[in-house]
Each structure stands twice: as structure tokens, then as C-alpha cells.
């Protein structure tokens, strides 16, 4: 049998860790390879790394082909689907994935609905199957059902299993952490909440703190929270000067500090809002252009 394993599936999911990996394989050794391997065709879809693992061991294994794929985007929804149901996918990952998701469903409204307007524009307008009644039918009535449209935050943390305010913190590292904390989120050594403050600041200070460690990105979260971006001042070997700064710290209120720390919370908070609303009224107007579009295309359909 002739498997076909794709650069662009294999990286499509987050790879396991090397703990992870050892694991499985320690598994697979002791009671073979229980899960058959999913393929399209003959492009492997599902069990990258324990067709690996039979492929070093020349250990047995069993596949089963999904006939209900019709393209790629039907192999990546399914991918996705598969692992946001999985209890080992992190919340970064599953929230990652569900981002995803939301951009392949709307690209294939888009295009649905491109569909629509080209059909009508040339007199004969027919519904394409994933719009019609939300289930595909006649020939097409083995493919995938479409999936649930995820058109707003609330339903993008359902589908990822966590709040609509881990969403916005995800979006945040995606558009603007450098790939050194991206890849400290996946690791583990940063908290999505800490990694979505330090991602405000500049690159070169997010790789700056990545390379300190753990204790450093804590910092670094620490200093943006409280509005203290940039790197601290420098310590000097002179007594006086310690004794000075000492002395400035200790003279600095703690209800001052409190205050600057609601300041900043508040400004980072109406920043969230003015975005939110912002997207939300594009959403909105999307939707009711693709609404009056429909409707215009009904009524000719009609006529």
C-alpha cells in the first residue's frame, strides 16, 4: 500500500513533545498499534507519528479511508474537529485551531456566496448545497456537513472549550508576539495571559525576555501590567547611589502604585472594547450585505 504523507498535514497540527512522542511509541511497542490510521486516498490524514513509529519498529498497523472528503479545506475542518475533541491539546492550541477553523467557514461563505451572485448575474441562480437547509444533498449527500459558523468570540471559546477573554489574549499573541513567545506559550513557560501582555511590547524586548527564562517573562508581563514597559534602570556598585534608590522606592506610596496599576488596566481594557466594537460592526455590516444579497438573488430566482 502506497501512504502519501504531506508536509502541509504533518505540520498542520502542532507536533507532540518528546515526552509525548516516547510515550506513544512505549505504547505502541507494548500492544501494537490499536488506532487505524486515516487516509484520503492514499495521503495520510490522521496518525503521522504512529505511522512513523510502525515504520521504525516494522510494526503492523490498520487503515480506513473518509470518502466523505471532497477537498483539502474538508481535510483540514476534520483535523481540526478531531483535535479540539482531544484532552491533550492545550487551551493555546485548541483556541489556535478554532481560530482556524473560523477563517476556513467564512472564506467558503465568501465563496458561496460569490457563487450565488455569479450564478445570477448569468439568469440562473441555484443554491449551492452548503447553503441550502444547512445539509448538503443529492450526489454531494455523503460529504461533510457544513460546519457551525464561528462569527463571534462567544462561539469561537465554545468551540475551543475556553473563555471569550482567552480568545482575545490568542488573537493578541497571534498579531503581535514575536515567534520566540509563541513558541514559550506552546512550551509552557509562559501563561497565555502573561504572553498576551508582554506581546505589547517591542520585538526586540519580547525576544529579550524569552532569552532571560521564566522568571524574566513573569517580569516582563509584571512590568507591562503595571505600566512599566522597557527594561529596568541600571544598578550601580556605588552605595549612595543605592541608598537613592532606595530611598525613591520606599517614598513611592503604595496607593500610588495601586493607581497607576488601575490606569493602565483601565486603558488596556478600553483598547479591548474599542476593538471589539470595531470588529463587531464589520461583522454586522457583513452580514447584512450578504443577507440583501441573498435576498435580491431569491427574488430573481423567483421571477
Given at each position: 500500500?502506497?501512504?502519501?504523507?504531506l508536509?502541509?498535514?504533518?505540520?498542520?497540527?502542532?507536533p507532540l513533545?518528546?515526552?509525548?512522542h516516547?510515550a506513544?511509541?512505549?505504547?505502541?511497542?507494548?500492544?501494537g498499534c490499536?488506532d487505524?490510521?486515516?487516509l484520503?486516498?492514499e495521503?495520510?490524514v490522521?496518525?503521522?507519528?504512529r505511522y512513523g513509529i510502525?515504520q521504525k519498529h516494522?510494526?503492523?498497523f490498520q487503515?480506513?479511508?473518509?470518502?466523505?472528503?471532497?477537498?483539502?479545506?474538508d481535510v483540514?475542518?476534520?483535523?481540526i474537529?478531531q483535535?479540539l475533541?482531544r484532552?491533550?491539546?492545550s487551551d493555546f492550541?485548541?483556541g489556535?485551531l478554532?481560530?482556524?477553523k473560523?477563517?476556513?467557514?467564512?472564506a467558503?461563505a465568501?465563496e458561496?456566496?460569490?457563487?450565488?451572485a455569479e450564478?445570477g448575474?448569468a439568469?440562473?441562480?441555484?443554491?449551492p448545497?452548503?447553503?441550502?437547509?444547512?445539509?448538503?444533498t443529492?450526489?454531494?449527500?455523503?460529504a461533510?456537513?457544513p460546519?457551525e459558523p464561528l462569527t463571534s468570540?462567544?462561539a469561537?471559546?465554545?468551540a475551543a472549550?475556553i473563555?471569550?477573554n482567552?480568545?482575545?489574549?490568542?488573537?493578541k499573541?497571534?498579531?503581535?508576539a514575536?515567534p520566540?513567545?509563541?513558541?514559550a506559550?506552546?512550551?509552557?513557560?509562559?501563561?497565555i495571559?502573561a504572553?498576551?501582555a508582554?506581546?505589547s511590547l517591542?520585538?526586540e524586548?519580547?525576544?529579550?525576555?524569552?532569552?532571560?527564562g521564566?522568571?524574566?517573562?513573569?517580569?516582563a508581563?509584571k512590568?507591562v501590567?503595571e505600566g512599566?514597559s522597557g527594561?529596568?534602570?541600571p544598578?550601580?556598585?556605588?552605595?549612595?547611589?543605592?541608598a537613592t534608590?532606595?530611598?525613591g522606592?520606599?517614598a513611592?506610596?503604595a496607593s500610588?502604585?495601586?493607581?497607576?496599576?488601575r490606569?493602565t488596566?483601565l486603558?488596556l481594557?478600553q483598547?479591548?472594547?474599542?476593538e471589539l466594537?470595531?470588529?463587531?460592526?464589520?461583522?454586522k455590516?457583513?452580514?447584512?450585505?450578504?443577507?440583501?444579497?441573498?435576498a435580491?438573488l431569491q427574488q430573481?430566482?423567483?421571477?
Amino acid at each position: 500500500m502506497n501512504i502519501t504523507v504531506l508536509d502541509e498535514l504533518r505540520a498542520y497540527i502542532d507536533p507532540l513533545t518528546p515526552e509525548e512522542h516516547q510515550a506513544l511509541e512505549r505504547s505502541i511497542l507494548a500492544e501494537g498499534c490499536r488506532d487505524a490510521l486515516v487516509l484520503w486516498g492514499e495521503i495520510l490524514v490522521d496518525g503521522h507519528n504512529r505511522y512513523g513509529i510502525c515504520q521504525k519498529h516494522g510494526i503492523p498497523f490498520q487503515t480506513v479511508q473518509n470518502p466523505r472528503f471532497k477537498s483539502m479545506e474538508d481535510v483540514h475542518l476534520w483535523m481540526i474537529d478531531q483535535h479540539l475533541g482531544r484532552r491533550s491539546v492545550s487551551d493555546f492550541q485548541r483556541g489556535i485551531l478554532a481560530l482556524r477553523k473560523k477563517e476556513i467557514v467564512a472564506a467558503r461563505a465568501k465563496e458561496a456566496v460569490a457563487r450565488l451572485a455569479e450564478a445570477g448575474s448569468a439568469g440562473a441562480v441555484e443554491f449551492p448545497p452548503d447553503l441550502a437547509d444547512g445539509l448538503p444533498t443529492g450526489p454531494d449527500s455523503s460529504a461533510l456537513p457544513p460546519p457551525e459558523p464561528l462569527t463571534s468570540r462567544e462561539a469561537i471559546a465554545k468551540a475551543a472549550r475556553i473563555s471569550s477573554n482567552t480568545v482575545v489574549q490568542i488573537e493578541k499573541i497571534q498579531k503581535s508576539a514575536a515567534p520566540e513567545l509563541v513558541e514559550a506559550v506552546k512550551a509552557g513557560t509562559i501563561s497565555i495571559n502573561a504572553a498576551a501582555a508582554v506581546a505589547s511590547l517591542a520585538p526586540e524586548e519580547q525576544i529579550a525576555a524569552v532569552a532571560g527564562g521564566k522568571k524574566e517573562l513573569q517580569q516582563a508581563a509584571k512590568r507591562v501590567r503595571e505600566g512599566k514597559s522597557g527594561n529596568r534602570a541600571p544598578k550601580t556598585a556605588e552605595a549612595g547611589t543605592e541608598a537613592t534608590g532606595e530611598a525613591g522606592s520606599a517614598a513611592e506610596s503604595a496607593s500610588d502604585a495601586d493607581l497607576r496599576n488601575r490606569e493602565t488596566q483601565l486603558k488596556l481594557l478600553q483598547d479591548t472594547v474599542a476593538e471589539l466594537t470595531a470588529e463587531n460592526k464589520q461583522l454586522k455590516d457583513e452580514v447584512l450585505r450578504l443577507k440583501d444579497q441573498l435576498a435580491l438573488l431569491q427574488q430573481q430566482q423567483q421571477q
